[in-house]
């Protein structure tokens, strides 16, 4: 069974920036596009980013797109989102997951493993 374990998130202060990355194990990772979404209480996960296996697509939510960026290593098996211009509205759990299938990107249904999750908070 694939785990994911995402480090990184923490407090900043808004305009500043984040990195998160996410370790994977337990499966073939060059393999498997990958996708980072984002979760706040009383609200679904949302789309955030997301992968192609090779690393040449990526995929961003409108809200982040010129902010983030995704990028992975599969020498390492880690995925990352550097996150920049940081807004209090970017404040969530931040999730990695793995799409071992073939489809969508965009739903958390398209995505079968995910990781524990990584609070980041953007004060204003």
């Known amino acids: 069974q694939a785990q994911l374990h995402e480090s990184g998130g923490g407090l900043v202060q808004a305009g500043g920036s984040l990195s998160l990355s996410c370790a994977a194990s337990?499966?073939?990772?060059?393999?498997?596009?990958m996708g980072w979404f984002r979760q706040t209480p009383g609200k679904a996960r949302e789309f955030v980013a997301a992968i192609t296996w090779s690393g040449e697509g990526t995929m961003y939510a409108d809200s982040v797109k010129g902010r983030f960026t995704v990028s992975r290593d599969n020498a390492k098996n880690t995925v990352s989102l550097q996150m920049s211009n940081l807004k209090p509205e970017d404040t969530a759990v931040y999730y990695c997951a793995v799409r071992l299938g073939t489809g969508g990107y965009y739903y958390p249904g398209d995505y079968e493993y995910w990781g524990q999750g990584t609070q980041v908070t953007v004060s204003s």
């Open positions: 337990q499966l073939t990772f060059e393999h498997y596009a």
